[in-house]
Protein backbone atom coordinates (compact mmCIF):
# COMPACT_ATOMS: atom_id res chain seq x y z
CA UNK A 1 0.00 0.00 0.00
CA UNK A 2 1.28 3.60 -0.88
CA UNK A 3 1.69 6.97 0.95
CA UNK A 4 -0.74 8.42 -1.34
CA UNK A 5 -3.77 5.25 -0.76
CA UNK A 6 -3.33 5.72 2.94
CA UNK A 7 -3.58 9.07 2.99
CA UNK A 8 -6.67 9.58 1.13
CA UNK A 9 -8.28 6.55 2.66
CA UNK A 10 -7.62 6.73 5.76
CA UNK A 11 -7.47 10.68 6.89
CA UNK A 12 -9.30 11.99 4.13
CA UNK A 13 -11.96 8.84 3.71
CA UNK A 14 -12.65 9.63 7.25
CA UNK A 15 -11.34 6.70 9.42
CA UNK A 16 -10.82 7.58 13.02
CA UNK A 17 -7.18 8.60 14.88
CA UNK A 18 -7.43 5.90 17.01
CA UNK A 19 -8.14 3.23 14.58
CA UNK A 20 -4.47 4.14 13.37
CA UNK A 21 -1.98 1.47 13.86
CA UNK A 22 1.65 2.89 14.65
CA UNK A 23 2.81 0.32 11.84
CA UNK A 24 0.70 2.03 9.30
CA UNK A 25 1.74 5.11 10.07
CA UNK A 26 5.33 4.25 10.09
CA UNK A 27 5.32 2.30 7.46
CA UNK A 28 5.98 5.38 4.82
CA UNK A 29 7.53 4.74 1.23
CA UNK A 30 8.93 8.10 1.87
CA UNK A 31 11.17 8.48 4.70
CA UNK A 32 12.08 12.47 3.13
CA UNK A 33 8.65 13.56 4.07
CA UNK A 34 9.11 12.91 7.39
CA UNK A 35 12.50 12.04 9.67
CA UNK A 36 11.52 10.32 12.29
CA UNK A 37 15.59 9.10 12.95
CA UNK A 38 16.02 13.02 14.48
CA UNK A 39 13.34 14.03 16.92
CA UNK A 40 11.53 16.88 17.16
CA UNK A 41 11.15 19.62 19.41
CA UNK A 42 7.68 19.67 21.28
CA UNK A 43 6.27 22.89 21.76
CA UNK A 44 3.55 21.93 24.55
CA UNK A 45 0.74 24.67 24.74
CA UNK A 46 0.64 26.97 27.01
CA UNK A 47 -3.08 29.11 27.94
CA UNK A 48 -0.59 31.95 29.90
CA UNK A 49 0.45 33.21 26.14
CA UNK A 50 -1.31 36.31 25.47
CA UNK A 51 -1.49 37.33 21.80
CA UNK A 52 -0.26 41.21 20.68
CA UNK A 53 0.53 42.73 17.72
CA UNK A 54 3.66 44.31 20.06
CA UNK A 55 7.02 43.40 19.53
CA UNK A 56 6.99 41.55 23.41
CA UNK A 57 3.96 39.29 21.90
CA UNK A 58 6.37 38.49 18.93
CA UNK A 59 9.17 37.56 20.80
CA UNK A 60 7.35 35.40 23.24
CA UNK A 61 5.11 33.14 20.23
CA UNK A 62 8.31 32.81 17.87
CA UNK A 63 10.19 31.46 21.95
CA UNK A 64 7.37 28.74 21.88
CA UNK A 65 6.63 28.07 18.87
CA UNK A 66 9.64 28.67 16.59
CA UNK A 67 10.73 31.40 14.14
CA UNK A 68 8.80 30.26 10.94
CA UNK A 69 5.27 31.06 12.93
CA UNK A 70 3.79 34.07 12.82
CA UNK A 71 1.57 35.99 16.13
CA UNK A 72 -1.81 36.12 15.28
CA UNK A 73 -3.34 39.53 14.89
CA UNK A 74 -5.50 39.43 18.34
CA UNK A 75 -6.28 36.99 20.85
CA UNK A 76 -9.05 35.11 21.22
CA UNK A 77 -9.75 36.81 24.06
CA UNK A 78 -9.63 39.57 23.11
CA UNK A 79 -11.88 38.82 20.13
CA UNK A 80 -14.61 37.13 22.32
CA UNK A 81 -14.38 40.48 24.74
CA UNK A 82 -15.43 42.54 21.46
CA UNK A 83 -17.93 40.48 20.54
CA UNK A 84 -19.43 40.71 23.59
CA UNK A 85 -19.35 44.14 23.70
CA UNK A 86 -21.00 44.73 20.47
CA UNK A 87 -23.57 42.14 21.32
CA UNK A 88 -24.58 43.97 24.96
CA UNK A 89 -24.34 47.37 22.89
CA UNK A 90 -27.09 45.88 20.55
CA UNK A 91 -29.37 44.22 23.58
CA UNK A 92 -28.86 47.55 25.15
CA UNK A 93 -30.51 49.84 22.24
CA UNK A 94 -33.24 47.24 21.65
CA UNK A 95 -34.21 47.28 25.76
CA UNK A 96 -34.04 51.27 25.03
CA UNK A 97 -36.65 50.93 22.38
CA UNK A 98 -38.64 48.41 24.04
CA UNK A 99 -38.71 50.68 27.46
CA UNK A 100 -39.95 53.84 25.12
CA UNK A 101 -42.78 51.50 23.43
CA UNK A 102 -43.96 50.30 27.12
CA UNK A 103 -43.24 53.65 28.73
CA UNK A 104 -46.11 55.59 25.64
CA UNK A 105 -48.05 52.74 26.57
CA UNK A 106 -48.89 53.84 30.46
CA UNK A 107 -46.27 50.42 31.46
CA UNK A 108 -44.37 53.33 33.40
CA UNK A 109 -43.26 50.58 36.06
CA UNK A 110 -41.86 47.84 33.43
CA UNK A 111 -39.99 50.15 31.20
CA UNK A 112 -37.88 51.76 33.74
CA UNK A 113 -36.89 48.08 34.76
CA UNK A 114 -36.19 47.54 31.60
CA UNK A 115 -33.92 51.01 31.36
CA UNK A 116 -31.98 50.06 34.35
CA UNK A 117 -31.03 46.50 32.97
CA UNK A 118 -30.27 48.41 29.97
CA UNK A 119 -28.28 50.71 31.65
CA UNK A 120 -25.74 47.63 32.39
CA UNK A 121 -25.07 46.64 29.09
CA UNK A 122 -24.54 50.45 27.34
CA UNK A 123 -21.41 51.23 25.93
CA UNK A 124 -21.50 54.25 23.62
CA UNK A 125 -22.17 57.69 25.82
CA UNK A 126 -24.68 58.91 23.19
CA UNK A 127 -26.79 56.20 23.84
CA UNK A 128 -26.20 56.35 27.33
CA UNK A 129 -27.19 60.30 28.13
CA UNK A 130 -30.42 59.37 26.09
CA UNK A 131 -30.93 56.24 28.50
CA UNK A 132 -30.25 58.54 31.62
CA UNK A 133 -32.61 61.41 29.85
CA UNK A 134 -35.64 58.47 30.10
CA UNK A 135 -34.68 57.47 33.60
CA UNK A 136 -34.55 61.02 34.43
CA UNK A 137 -38.16 62.23 33.54
CA UNK A 138 -39.54 58.81 34.40
CA UNK A 139 -38.43 59.11 38.13
CA UNK A 140 -39.74 62.74 37.68
CA UNK A 141 -43.25 61.54 37.07
CA UNK A 142 -43.36 59.01 39.46
CA UNK A 143 -42.09 62.02 42.47
CA UNK A 144 -38.89 61.06 43.00
CA UNK A 145 -37.21 63.94 42.03
CA UNK A 146 -33.76 62.97 43.98
CA UNK A 147 -33.20 60.48 42.21
CA UNK A 148 -33.56 62.27 39.29
CA UNK A 149 -31.30 64.82 40.15
CA UNK A 150 -28.60 62.04 40.06
CA UNK A 151 -29.41 60.80 36.42
CA UNK A 152 -29.63 64.33 35.73
CA UNK A 153 -25.88 65.15 37.00
CA UNK A 154 -24.68 61.76 35.30
CA UNK A 155 -25.60 63.29 32.00
CA UNK A 156 -23.87 66.63 32.74
CA UNK A 157 -20.61 64.50 33.40
CA UNK A 158 -20.76 62.58 29.69
CA UNK A 159 -21.97 65.55 27.70
CA UNK A 160 -18.57 66.88 29.44
CA UNK A 161 -16.77 63.72 28.63
CA UNK A 162 -18.40 64.48 24.77
CA UNK A 163 -18.06 68.55 25.01
CA UNK A 164 -21.30 68.48 23.46
CA UNK A 165 -23.31 72.19 23.80
CA UNK A 166 -26.72 70.58 22.74
CA UNK A 167 -25.84 67.45 25.71
CA UNK A 168 -25.02 69.74 27.90
CA UNK A 169 -28.09 72.52 27.36
CA UNK A 170 -30.17 69.24 28.16
CA UNK A 171 -28.35 68.27 31.47
CA UNK A 172 -28.90 71.67 32.49
CA UNK A 173 -32.31 71.45 31.73
CA UNK A 174 -33.12 68.52 33.51
CA UNK A 175 -31.05 70.23 36.93
CA UNK A 176 -33.05 73.40 36.97
CA UNK A 177 -36.26 71.81 36.18
CA UNK A 178 -35.24 69.42 39.50
CA UNK A 179 -33.84 71.93 41.64
CA UNK A 180 -37.39 74.24 41.00
CA UNK A 181 -39.39 71.20 42.13
CA UNK A 182 -37.28 70.46 45.43
CA UNK A 183 -37.68 74.18 46.04
CA UNK A 184 -34.08 75.62 45.29
CA UNK A 185 -35.68 78.42 42.64
CA UNK A 186 -32.17 80.38 42.86
CA UNK A 187 -30.22 77.37 41.20
CA UNK A 188 -33.22 76.02 38.98
CA UNK A 189 -32.84 79.90 37.72
CA UNK A 190 -28.81 79.56 36.78
CA UNK A 191 -29.38 76.48 35.51
CA UNK A 192 -32.01 77.55 33.18
CA UNK A 193 -29.68 80.56 32.18
CA UNK A 194 -26.63 77.88 31.17
CA UNK A 195 -29.19 75.83 29.51
CA UNK A 196 -29.97 78.49 27.72
CA UNK A 197 -26.44 79.54 26.82
CA UNK A 198 -25.54 76.23 25.49
CA UNK A 199 -28.62 75.96 23.04
CA UNK A 200 -28.01 76.84 20.08
CA UNK A 201 -30.82 75.84 17.79
CA UNK A 202 -33.19 76.95 19.42
CA UNK A 203 -35.89 74.17 19.01
CA UNK A 204 -37.87 72.30 21.72
CA UNK A 205 -35.11 72.19 24.15
CA UNK A 206 -34.80 76.23 24.11
CA UNK A 207 -38.68 76.34 24.43
CA UNK A 208 -38.54 73.72 27.60
CA UNK A 209 -35.76 76.75 29.19
CA UNK A 210 -38.12 79.39 28.77
CA UNK A 211 -41.25 77.54 30.03
CA UNK A 212 -38.70 76.56 33.61
CA UNK A 213 -37.18 80.27 33.89
CA UNK A 214 -41.13 81.31 33.37
CA UNK A 215 -42.52 78.82 36.36
CA UNK A 216 -39.05 79.61 38.51
CA UNK A 217 -40.15 83.32 37.63
CA UNK A 218 -43.70 82.79 38.75
CA UNK A 219 -42.74 80.97 41.72
CA UNK A 220 -40.59 84.45 42.89
CA UNK A 221 -43.03 86.81 42.27
CA UNK A 222 -41.71 88.55 39.05
CA UNK A 223 -44.79 88.14 36.56
CA UNK A 224 -43.59 89.93 34.16
CA UNK A 225 -40.25 88.11 33.60
CA UNK A 226 -42.97 85.11 33.69
CA UNK A 227 -45.44 86.22 30.79
CA UNK A 228 -41.92 86.45 29.20
CA UNK A 229 -41.02 83.36 29.29
CA UNK A 230 -44.24 81.85 28.43
CA UNK A 231 -44.56 83.75 25.09
CA UNK A 232 -41.21 82.92 24.14
CA UNK A 233 -42.10 79.17 24.74
CA UNK A 234 -45.38 79.57 22.66
CA UNK A 235 -43.24 81.09 20.07
CA UNK A 236 -40.84 78.23 20.02
CA UNK A 237 -44.16 75.44 20.40
CA UNK A 238 -46.18 77.52 17.76
CA UNK A 239 -42.64 77.54 15.56
CA UNK A 240 -41.83 73.74 16.14
CA UNK A 241 -45.91 72.78 16.00
CA UNK A 242 -44.97 70.56 19.77
CA UNK A 243 -48.19 69.90 21.28
CA UNK A 244 -46.56 68.83 24.39
CA UNK A 245 -44.91 72.02 24.94
CA UNK A 246 -48.14 74.05 24.22
CA UNK A 247 -50.47 72.68 26.68
CA UNK A 248 -47.50 73.10 29.50
CA UNK A 249 -48.04 76.65 28.18
CA UNK A 250 -50.73 76.95 28.75
CA UNK A 251 -51.14 75.03 31.92
CA UNK A 252 -48.46 78.11 33.33
CA UNK A 253 -50.40 80.80 31.61
CA UNK A 254 -53.58 79.76 33.72
CA UNK A 255 -51.35 79.42 36.55
CA UNK A 256 -50.13 83.29 36.01
CA UNK A 257 -54.05 84.52 35.81
CA UNK A 258 -55.33 83.00 38.57
CA UNK A 259 -52.69 84.17 41.18
CA UNK A 260 -53.49 87.85 39.63
CA UNK A 261 -56.78 87.01 40.15
CA UNK A 262 -57.95 87.16 36.25
CA UNK A 263 -60.45 84.07 36.77
CA UNK A 264 -61.37 84.22 33.59
CA UNK A 265 -58.51 83.86 31.70
CA UNK A 266 -57.24 81.46 33.86
CA UNK A 267 -60.10 79.46 33.36
CA UNK A 268 -60.27 80.02 29.50
CA UNK A 269 -56.16 78.49 29.72
CA UNK A 270 -56.96 75.80 31.41
CA UNK A 271 -59.89 74.66 29.28
CA UNK A 272 -57.55 75.53 26.18
CA UNK A 273 -54.55 73.10 27.83
CA UNK A 274 -57.72 70.14 28.69
CA UNK A 275 -58.63 70.80 25.10
CA UNK A 276 -54.97 69.65 23.69
CA UNK A 277 -54.99 66.67 26.08
CA UNK A 278 -58.37 65.60 24.60
CA UNK A 279 -57.67 66.12 20.93
CA UNK A 280 -56.77 64.16 18.11
CA UNK A 281 -53.47 64.71 19.12
CA UNK A 282 -53.37 63.39 22.47
CA UNK A 283 -51.93 60.26 21.85
CA UNK A 284 -49.01 62.22 21.13
CA UNK A 285 -48.71 63.12 24.89
CA UNK A 286 -48.12 61.28 28.08
CA UNK A 287 -50.70 61.30 30.69
CA UNK A 288 -48.49 63.43 33.34
CA UNK A 289 -49.15 66.40 31.22
CA UNK A 290 -52.77 65.31 31.02
CA UNK A 291 -53.17 65.40 34.83
CA UNK A 292 -51.48 68.83 35.11
CA UNK A 293 -54.19 70.23 32.97
CA UNK A 294 -56.97 68.87 35.33
CA UNK A 295 -55.21 69.85 38.01
CA UNK A 296 -54.91 73.49 36.63
CA UNK A 297 -58.90 73.29 35.67
CA UNK A 298 -59.62 72.24 38.63
CA UNK A 299 -57.75 75.65 40.76
CA UNK A 300 -58.84 77.98 38.24
CA UNK A 301 -62.38 76.55 38.40
CA UNK A 302 -62.14 76.96 42.28
CA UNK A 303 -60.89 80.52 42.11
CA UNK A 304 -63.71 81.21 39.88
CA UNK A 305 -66.40 79.62 42.31
CA UNK A 306 -67.31 76.51 41.10
CA UNK A 307 -66.61 73.56 43.59
CA UNK A 308 -68.99 71.31 42.10
CA UNK A 309 -66.74 71.19 38.66
CA UNK A 310 -63.48 72.18 40.53
CA UNK A 311 -64.15 68.47 42.78
CA UNK A 312 -65.13 66.41 39.84
CA UNK A 313 -61.65 67.37 38.00
CA UNK A 314 -59.96 67.07 41.24
CA UNK A 315 -61.66 63.68 41.13
CA UNK A 316 -60.30 63.11 38.16
CA UNK A 317 -57.08 63.79 38.41
CA UNK A 318 -56.37 61.88 41.67
CA UNK A 319 -57.76 58.75 40.04
CA UNK A 320 -55.18 59.35 37.68
CA UNK A 321 -52.15 59.92 39.78
CA UNK A 322 -53.52 56.80 41.77
CA UNK A 323 -53.28 54.49 39.02
CA UNK A 324 -49.58 55.92 37.58
CA UNK A 325 -48.68 55.80 40.99
CA UNK A 326 -47.67 59.80 40.26
CA UNK A 327 -46.84 60.67 43.77
CA UNK A 328 -46.19 64.33 43.16
CA UNK A 329 -49.34 64.72 41.03
CA UNK A 330 -51.21 62.98 44.29
CA UNK A 331 -50.01 65.75 46.75
CA UNK A 332 -51.06 68.56 44.52
CA UNK A 333 -54.24 66.84 43.78
CA UNK A 334 -54.78 65.97 47.44
CA UNK A 335 -53.89 69.90 47.97
CA UNK A 336 -56.71 71.33 45.69
CA UNK A 337 -59.17 69.13 47.07
CA UNK A 338 -58.71 71.16 50.76
CA UNK A 339 -59.08 74.30 48.49
CA UNK A 340 -62.56 72.88 47.74
CA UNK A 341 -63.78 71.97 51.49
CA UNK A 342 -62.37 75.09 52.59
CA UNK A 343 -64.26 77.28 50.15
CA UNK A 344 -67.02 75.11 51.08
CA UNK A 345 -66.55 76.01 54.81
CA UNK A 346 -65.72 72.38 55.75
CA UNK A 347 -62.54 73.34 57.37
CA UNK A 348 -62.29 69.39 59.56
CA UNK A 349 -61.97 68.05 55.93
CA UNK A 350 -59.70 70.51 54.23
CA UNK A 351 -57.00 70.39 57.15
CA UNK A 352 -57.00 66.77 56.72
CA UNK A 353 -56.38 66.92 52.91
CA UNK A 354 -53.94 69.72 53.74
CA UNK A 355 -52.19 67.25 56.43
CA UNK A 356 -51.74 64.19 53.92
CA UNK A 357 -50.61 67.00 51.22
CA UNK A 358 -47.96 67.86 53.48
CA UNK A 359 -47.16 64.47 54.67
CA UNK A 360 -46.59 63.42 50.53
CA UNK A 361 -44.85 67.06 50.09
CA UNK A 362 -42.32 66.33 52.93
CA UNK A 363 -41.82 61.98 51.43
CA UNK A 364 -41.08 63.30 48.37
CA UNK A 365 -38.80 66.42 48.97
CA UNK A 366 -41.30 68.77 46.88
CA UNK A 367 -40.99 72.03 48.95
CA UNK A 368 -43.49 73.64 46.69
CA UNK A 369 -46.21 71.31 47.14
CA UNK A 370 -45.30 71.23 50.81
CA UNK A 371 -45.17 75.41 50.96
CA UNK A 372 -48.55 75.42 48.70
CA UNK A 373 -50.63 72.91 51.54
CA UNK A 374 -49.10 74.46 54.47
CA UNK A 375 -50.17 78.00 53.37
CA UNK A 376 -54.09 75.81 52.75
CA UNK A 377 -53.53 74.88 56.39
CA UNK A 378 -52.87 78.29 57.55
CA UNK A 379 -55.79 80.27 56.09
CA UNK A 380 -57.45 77.44 57.61
CA UNK A 381 -56.36 78.27 61.16
CA UNK A 382 -56.92 81.86 60.38
CA UNK A 383 -60.43 81.50 59.90
CA UNK A 384 -60.66 79.38 62.92
CA UNK A 385 -58.99 82.15 64.86
CA UNK A 386 -60.86 84.88 63.64
CA UNK A 387 -64.13 82.90 64.78
CA UNK A 388 -62.73 82.17 67.70
CA UNK A 389 -62.73 78.67 67.96
CA UNK A 390 -59.10 78.08 68.56
CA UNK A 391 -56.77 80.53 70.06
CA UNK A 392 -53.67 82.87 68.32
CA UNK A 393 -50.82 80.37 69.70
CA UNK A 394 -50.89 78.06 67.08
CA UNK A 395 -51.87 80.33 63.85
CA UNK A 396 -48.66 82.28 65.24
CA UNK A 397 -46.21 79.41 65.33
CA UNK A 398 -47.83 77.76 61.81
CA UNK A 399 -47.09 80.73 60.37
CA UNK A 400 -43.91 81.22 61.36
CA UNK A 401 -43.06 78.17 60.44
CA UNK A 402 -44.30 78.67 57.25
CA UNK A 403 -41.95 81.69 56.61
CA UNK A 404 -39.35 79.85 57.01
CA UNK A 405 -40.00 78.05 54.23
CA UNK A 406 -41.65 80.70 51.72
CA UNK A 407 -37.67 82.37 52.82
CA UNK A 408 -35.79 79.44 51.92
CA UNK A 409 -37.60 78.93 48.83
CA UNK A 410 -37.98 82.61 47.78
CA UNK A 411 -41.71 82.52 47.38
CA UNK A 412 -42.20 86.82 47.54
CA UNK A 413 -45.95 86.77 47.30
CA UNK A 414 -46.12 83.88 49.78
CA UNK A 415 -43.70 85.78 51.99
CA UNK A 416 -45.73 88.82 52.48
CA UNK A 417 -48.89 87.41 52.68
CA UNK A 418 -47.38 85.33 55.75
CA UNK A 419 -46.20 89.05 57.01
CA UNK A 420 -49.52 89.86 56.52
CA UNK A 421 -51.45 87.14 58.31
CA UNK A 422 -48.51 87.42 61.67
CA UNK A 423 -49.39 91.17 61.50
CA UNK A 424 -53.05 90.41 62.50
CA UNK A 425 -52.56 87.58 64.69
CA UNK A 426 -49.96 90.09 66.67
CA UNK A 427 -52.56 92.69 66.89
CA UNK A 428 -55.08 90.25 68.48
CA UNK A 429 -52.01 89.87 70.84
CA UNK A 430 -52.03 93.26 72.02
CA UNK A 431 -48.52 93.48 70.76
CA UNK A 432 -48.61 96.10 68.85
CA UNK A 433 -44.53 97.07 68.22
CA UNK A 434 -44.34 93.56 66.63
CA UNK A 435 -47.54 93.88 64.40
CA UNK A 436 -45.50 97.10 63.06
CA UNK A 437 -42.81 95.36 62.12
CA UNK A 438 -44.35 92.45 60.15
CA UNK A 439 -46.13 95.34 58.63
CA UNK A 440 -42.79 96.82 57.49
CA UNK A 441 -41.50 93.37 56.49
CA UNK A 442 -44.13 93.19 54.13
CA UNK A 443 -44.53 96.48 52.61
CA UNK A 444 -40.59 96.26 51.59
CA UNK A 445 -41.73 93.16 49.61
CA UNK A 446 -42.64 94.58 45.86
CA UNK A 447 -45.95 93.79 44.70
CA UNK A 448 -47.42 93.84 41.30
CA UNK A 449 -48.16 96.39 39.51
CA UNK A 450 -49.97 97.52 36.49
CA UNK A 451 -47.27 99.30 33.75
CA UNK A 452 -49.20 101.95 33.01
CA UNK A 453 -51.40 103.15 35.98
CA UNK A 454 -48.86 101.89 38.69
CA UNK A 455 -51.72 100.69 40.44
CA UNK A 456 -51.27 97.20 42.66
CA UNK A 457 -52.30 94.18 40.96
CA UNK A 458 -53.96 91.32 42.64
CA UNK A 459 -55.69 92.81 45.01
CA UNK A 460 -59.16 92.23 44.17
CA UNK A 461 -60.69 89.56 40.86
CA UNK A 462 -60.33 92.33 38.07
CA UNK A 463 -59.45 91.22 34.10
CA UNK A 464 -56.23 91.78 33.27
CA UNK A 465 -54.03 91.79 30.00
CA UNK A 466 -50.60 91.99 28.76
CA UNK A 467 -48.38 94.08 26.52
CA UNK A 468 -46.38 92.87 23.73
CA UNK A 469 -43.61 93.79 25.90
CA UNK A 470 -44.90 91.03 28.27
CA UNK A 471 -45.53 93.92 31.57
CA UNK A 472 -48.96 93.72 32.51
CA UNK A 473 -52.06 96.06 33.04
CA UNK A 474 -55.52 96.19 34.01
CA UNK A 475 -57.95 95.66 31.15
CA UNK A 476 -59.23 99.06 31.44
CA UNK A 477 -55.85 100.89 30.61
CA UNK A 478 -55.08 98.77 28.18
CA UNK A 479 -54.44 101.22 24.69
CA UNK A 480 -56.66 100.89 21.79
CA UNK A 481 -54.72 100.74 19.34
CA UNK A 482 -52.55 98.07 20.84
CA UNK A 483 -51.56 94.81 18.51
CA UNK A 484 -49.60 91.38 19.15
CA UNK A 485 -48.29 92.39 15.63
CA UNK A 486 -46.48 95.25 17.06
CA UNK A 487 -42.82 95.13 18.21
CA UNK A 488 -41.16 95.49 21.90
CA UNK A 489 -39.88 99.18 20.66
CA UNK A 490 -43.69 100.16 19.58
CA UNK A 491 -45.25 98.77 22.69
CA UNK A 492 -42.45 100.16 25.20
CA UNK A 493 -43.96 104.21 24.05
CA UNK A 494 -47.90 102.95 25.96
CA UNK A 495 -45.86 100.85 28.95
CA UNK A 496 -44.41 103.07 31.55
CA UNK A 497 -42.41 100.25 32.96
CA UNK A 498 -40.11 99.79 29.65
CA UNK A 499 -40.34 104.28 29.36
CA UNK A 500 -38.37 103.81 32.59
CA UNK A 501 -34.45 104.44 32.72
CA UNK A 502 -33.22 100.74 34.02
CA UNK A 503 -29.64 100.25 35.07
CA UNK A 504 -27.50 97.84 32.40
CA UNK A 505 -28.35 94.01 32.80
CA UNK A 506 -25.26 91.97 34.33
CA UNK A 507 -24.58 89.11 32.69
CA UNK A 508 -25.62 86.03 34.28
CA UNK A 509 -23.82 84.41 37.00
CA UNK A 510 -22.08 80.87 36.33
CA UNK A 511 -23.97 77.35 37.85
CA UNK A 512 -23.04 76.52 40.79
CA UNK A 513 -21.63 73.04 40.94
CA UNK A 514 -24.06 70.31 41.26
CA UNK A 515 -24.35 68.57 44.34
CA UNK A 516 -26.17 65.86 45.97
CA UNK A 517 -29.36 67.13 48.52
CA UNK A 518 -28.74 65.70 51.90
CA UNK A 519 -31.77 62.88 52.30
CA UNK A 520 -33.20 65.64 55.32
CA UNK A 521 -33.25 69.05 54.59
CA UNK A 522 -36.35 70.36 55.64
CA UNK A 523 -36.38 71.83 59.03
CA UNK A 524 -39.92 70.04 60.10
CA UNK A 525 -38.56 66.64 61.69
CA UNK A 526 -39.25 63.08 60.44
CA UNK A 527 -41.95 62.79 57.09
CA UNK A 528 -44.47 60.79 57.45
CA UNK A 529 -45.37 57.95 55.47
CA UNK A 530 -47.68 57.90 53.05
CA UNK A 531 -50.88 55.00 53.71
CA UNK A 532 -52.84 53.08 51.85
CA UNK A 533 -55.99 54.38 54.21
CA UNK A 534 -55.13 57.67 53.35
CA UNK A 535 -55.85 57.27 49.41
CA UNK A 536 -59.03 54.97 50.21
CA UNK A 537 -60.28 57.98 52.93
CA UNK A 538 -59.81 60.83 50.41
CA UNK A 539 -61.62 58.52 47.47
CA UNK A 540 -64.19 57.99 49.60
CA UNK A 541 -64.50 61.52 51.06
CA UNK A 542 -64.91 62.60 46.86
CA UNK A 543 -67.31 59.72 46.54
CA UNK A 544 -69.69 60.65 49.39
CA UNK A 545 -69.49 64.34 48.33
CA UNK A 546 -70.59 63.42 44.68
CA UNK A 547 -73.23 61.05 45.95
CA UNK A 548 -74.25 64.03 48.22
CA UNK A 549 -74.59 66.54 45.47
CA UNK A 550 -76.67 64.23 42.72
CA UNK A 551 -79.17 63.84 45.43
Known sequence: MSWDSIESRDFLGGVPAHQLSATRLLSSPDPSRHHLDEPQEVYPFSEEFRGGDGRNGALRWGARFGPDHRPPAAGLLDCFRACRSRLDQYLARRKIERGVRLYGQNEQRLAVKIWLSALRGVRHRSDKFALLGHLYQAHMDFGKYRESLEFANSQLSISEELDSAPMRAEAYLNLARAHQTLGGLERALSYARQALYNDCGGGSTAGCVHLTVAHVSLEMGAFSKAMD?????????????????LLQVYVGLSELWR?????????ACAARACDLGRGPRSADLNTRHHRSALLQMAAALRARGELGDAHDYCNEALRLASVAEDQGCYARAVRIAGDVYRRKCDVGKALRHYEVAMGAGQALGDRLAQMEAMDGAARCLEALRLQGRICNCRPLEFNTRLLEVANTVGAKMLVRRVYLRLADIYTGLGDNEAAARQKRAAAALATPACARCREPLADRPEPLASLPCAHIVHHACMPEPCSRRSTRSAGGAECAECASPRAPRAPPPAPPAPRTLPS?????GTPPTLRESDLNSIISDHSSQQATSSV
Open 229 to 245: GFQKALAVAQAQNDNTL
Open 259 to 267: RLRDTERAV
Open 520 to 524: RDFPF
